[in-house]
């Protein structure tokens, strides 16, 4: 069975089918999903979601887009989330330098006490960085110390990927390791030990080929997977039991 680390049902692209979707996930193979918060309000959806379907676990965070939205009432309440017994990350959460919405000491601000937050409620991270390699990994490097988690949808260099894998992270990988485009991430892949990679969607957004452009769900994490198997040399299933198992007991304790 499949475990999705990184899912998105809350956005409205599944409004019309999502309960129909998630029944038929253990079907597909699909056995453990972490529904992630990027807002307060995707962070309230995706706990009302775990608490609705035993395979689905939450992350609650502000993602760097939002951060404008945090302040003391806010605070509290995502430290409250965080508590909860379905919830098994802070996330995603970081630095987002493409479209800038927000200022980026405001940024990096939100980021830290987030970190911090993390640290507070002893779990893990889910790492959004976008063109921000460099105040991502010092910004980690000063205050993630020990969290442990995911630097999620991963797009830098090798060498920081490696950096980041000594620091205790995981790399998520997902649809764009299947891409013609994808060169740089399946080299990370091919050098990176697999028990420290992790399965990841996105959805609805990233869908690998042979379904690039539509709407991705967790049923497509299978060629991902088969993506990751082919570059590594090894069976499909067997690189199932590396990847799965050590993020399984890392995330859902």
């Known amino acids: 069975m499949i475990f999705d680390t990184h899912a998105h049902y809350g956005d409205e692209q599944f409004d019309e089918d999502r309960d129909e979707l998630l029944a038929g996930m253990a079907d597909a193979g699909v056995g ?68 800038d919405t927000e200022p980026r000491e405001v940024q990096k601000h939100w980021f830290i006490w987030q970190l911090n937050l993390a640290r507070e409620t002893g779990l893990p991270v889910n790492i959004h960085s976008r063109d921000a390699a460099e105040d991502t990994m010092e910004i980690m490097k000063e205050h993630a110390k020990g969290l442990g988690g995911i630097i999620h949808c991963f797009s830098y260099s090798r060498e920081m990927a490696k950096e980041y894998v000594k620091m205790g992270f995981s790399i998520g990988v997902g649809g764009v390791v299947t891409f013609k485009n994808g060169r740089k991430l399946k080299e990370i892949v091919k050098e990176i030990p697999l028990e420290k990679l992790v399965l990841e969607t996105d959805c609805p957004y990233l869908a690998p080929e042979p379904n690039r452009g539509r709407r991705n769900d967790s049923r497509n994490i299978h060629f991902v997977a088969q993506q990751i198997a082919e570059i590594k040399g090894i069976d499909k299933e067997l690189s199932l039991i590396h990847i799965s198992e050590p993020t399984r007991l890392a995330l859902i304790a």
């Open 32 to 99: 453990t999903i972490v529904e992630i918060g990027a807002s307060m309000q995707s962070s309230r959806d995706a706990v009302r979601l775990a608490e609705k379907y035993p395979f689905v676990y939450a992350a609650a965070g502000v993602h760097p887009d939002h951060v404008g939205e945090l302040n003391e009432e806010a605070m509290e309440e995502l430290r409250q989330m965080c508590r909860k017994e379905k919830v098994v990350a802070v996330g995603e959460i970081g630095l987002d330098y493409h479209w």
